[in-house]
C-alpha cells in the first residue's frame, strides 16, 4: 500500500454520517484514520470475515460478491459509495478492488466513540477505557496492520501478554543476543538509547510513545540487539513472542522479486532501487543502479526524505535483512519489495569499477631472460633510469586512484548533507506542528475544565 496525504476535512463530510457532524468532529475523526492506495483485484475482506474496520471508498471501483454470487461494482463518489463498504459483522459479502482504488479506514469501535462523544466535553467516568482504546486503535491502524488478513490480526492480539513496568527499568539491553520478543507500548513511554564507542557514554536517539511498536529488526535478522530501551515512565508493555511476530505479521506483509526482474522494473520509473547494507559494504560495491545506501539503523531517521509515490526495491547481502529493512518501510505506508534470497554472491553484481590489480610477472624463455641480464650488465645506467621511471610511473597511479577515492566520498558527503538539511526542514516543520497541536490540546482541556466547574456549580 502506498500512504497518501490526509484526507480533506470537506470531503469526508460527504460520508455518512460525517454529514451531520461537526468541521471539529470529521476533523478529529480524519487524525484517527488511515488513507490508503490500493491496487486492482486486492482483497479488502471476505463473506464471514469479523474485523475491526469500518471502510469507506474515496476513489475507483469496488466489486461487491454476495453469497449467492451476484456481483455489485460500487463506484466512488455516487449514492451508493456514501456509506461505508458492507459495514456489517460478520461481513456478509466479499469486497475486493475492481480498479486502483483509495480508501478511508479506521477502527469501528473508535468510530462509534468519536461520534458519541461531545466536541467539548469529557465524560470522566470513561477516561480510564479510552486511553486502552487509544494506544490499541493507533497500534492497528499502522500501514502494517492495516494490510493483514483479519484472521491474522486476530490471532496475534490474542498472543499479546501483558507487562506492567516502572519507570526506568530497562525492556532491551543493547547487544544481547537472548531476547525473542517483539514490545507494544500500551501506556507510558520509552527512551532509546545507544552506547557511544569512543566515549563509553549513552546517546539518547528517540522517545517512543503508547501505541509504538519496536524491538522488530533483531527478531527478522536474528542479530543482536541494536540499542536499549527503557521506560522513561512507569507504564505496560505488550510483548509478542518472536515466532507469532514473524509468522503472523511479517511473512504476510514481504514481497520478494528475482534480481532479474530489477532492471526492468527501475526502467518504468516507478521503483528506485535501495542498498540497506552499512557504508562500508556499500562502498566496496553495490548494484549498478542502487543510487541509494540507507544502513537499517538510519532507516526511520531517512524515511521522511524519501518520495512516497515510489515503490522501493530494497536488497541487502542476505533475504533476512532485506525483509528488517522492507517491514520498516512498510510501517511507514511505502511500498516496497526485496530481493529473493539476497545476493550473497555479490561479487558478481557489482557496479563499482574493481581495485587495480597488479599484472601477473610476465614467463619469459631462457634465451629472453640471457639477453635481459646481458643488457641489464652491460648498462647498468639505464636499468636505473627505468626503475625511477616506473616508480614514479606507479606514485601517479596510485595518485590518481586516491583523488579519484577522495572525489567520490566527497560526492557522497555533499548528497548526505542535502538529505539532512532536508531532514531539518522537516522536523523544523513537525515541531511547528506539534506546538499547535499542544497549544490546541491546552485549549481545549482548558474548556474542559470550565465547564466541569460548572457543572458542578449547578
Not at 469501528?108 to 467516568?125: A, E, F, K, P, Y
Not at 529488526?217 to 536474528?222: D, F, H, M, N, Y
Not at 631472460?369 to 610511473?393: C, I, M, R
Not at 548533507?417 to 506542528?433: F, G, N, Y
Request: one cysteine or more; proline letters at 3%; a negative charge.
Amino acid at each position: 500500500m502506498a500512504a497518501v496525504p490526509k484526507l480533506d476535512v470537506n470531503i469526508a463530510r460527504k460520508f455518512y454520517p460525517f454529514d451531520s457532524q461537526s468541521i471539529k468532529k470529521v476533523q478529529e475523526i480524519i487524525e484517527k484514520s488511515a488513507v490508503q492506495k490500493l491496487p486492482a483485484d486486492r482483497i479488502l475482506f471476505k463473506q464471514g470475515d469479523k474485523d475491526k474496520w469500518t471502510i469507506y471508498l474515496l476513489s475507483g471501483k469496488v466489486e461487491l460478491t454476495q453469497p449467492d454470487g451476484i456481483v455489485e461494482i460500487i463506484e466512488a463518489n455516487t449514492e451508493a459509495a456514501i456509506q461505508p463498504i458492507s459495514n456489517q459483522v460478520p461481513r456478509t459479502a466479499t469486497v475486493k478492488s475492481h480498479t486502483e482504488i483509495s480508501v478511508l479506514i479506521i477502527d469501528r469501535s473508535l468510530l462509534q466513540l468519536l461520534l458519541n462523544h461531545n466536541d467539548g466535553g469529557v465524560v470522566v467516568g470513561d477516561l480510564d477505557d479510552d486511553e486502552d482504546e487509544d494506544w490499541m486503535s493507533r497500534f492497528l491502524q499502522s500501514n502494517a496492520f492495516l494490510q493483514l488478513p483479519a484472521a491474522n490480526i486476530q490471532s496475534l492480539m490474542m498472543s499479546l501478554q501483558e507487562q506492567p513496568l516502572e519507570m526506568g527499568e530497562t525492556i532491551i539491553q543493547e547487544n544481547s543476543p537472548n531476547d525473542d520478543k517483539f514490545y507494544i507500548i500500551q501506556e507510558g513511554s520509552c527512551i532509546v538509547t545507544k552506547t557511544n564507542q569512543s566515549t563509553g557514554k549513552e546517546i539518547t536517539l528517540a522517545q517512543l510513545d503508547y501505541g509504538t511498536g519496536f524491538g522488530e529488526e533483531a527478531l527478522i535478522t536474528g542479530g543482536v540487539r541494536g540499542a536499549s530501551v527503557s521506560m522513561k515512565t512507569d507504564g505496560i508493555i505488550m510483548t509478542l513472542e518472536k515466532k507469532d511476530f514473524l509468522d503472523l505479521l511479517v511473512a504476510p506483509l514481504i514481497h520478494r522479486i528475482s534480481n532479474d526482474e530489477v532492471d526492468g522494473l527501475i526502467s518504468s520509473g516507478d521503483y528506485q532501487l535501495i542498498d540497506v547494507r552499512n557504508e562500508n559494504e556499500f562502498s566496496q560495491g553495490h548494484l549498478e543502479k542502487a543510487e541509494k545506501n540507507i544502513p537499517i539503523s538510519l532507516i526511520r531517521s531517512q524515511l521522511e526524505a524519501l518520495d512516497e509515490e515510489k515503490h522501493y526495491i530494497i536488497y541487502s547481502n542476505q533475504e533476512n535483512r532485506s525483509s528488517a529493512a522492507a517491514f520498516l518501510f512498510i510501517q511507514q505506508g511505502f511500498e516496497c519489495s526485496i530481493i529473493a534470497e539476497g545476493i550473497e554472491k555479490i561479487d558478481n553484481l557489482l557496479a563499482s569499477e574493481p581495485a587495480a590489480i597488479p599484472e601477473p610477472p610476465v614467463t619469459l624463455d631462457d634465451n629472453v631472460v640471457v639477453e635481459a641480464a646481458a643488457e641489464e650488465s652491460s648498462d647498468p645506467g639505464k636499468h636505473t633510469q627505468q626503475n625511477k621511471q616506473l616508480t614514479l610511473e606507479q606514485r601517479c597511479k596510485k595518485t590518481e586512484a586516491l583523488a579519484a577515492t577522495f572525489k567520490a566520498k566527497a560526492q557522497e558527503a555533499i548528497k548526505f548533507a542535502k538529505v539532512k538539511a532536508k531532514q531539518l526542514e522537516l522536523i523544523k516543520q513537525k515541531l511547528h506542528d506539534e506546538t499547535l497541536r499542544a497549544d490546541n490540546a491546552e485549549a481545549e482541556l482548558e474548556q474542559a475544565r470550565k465547564e466541569i466547574e460548572q457543572l458542578k456549580l449547578t
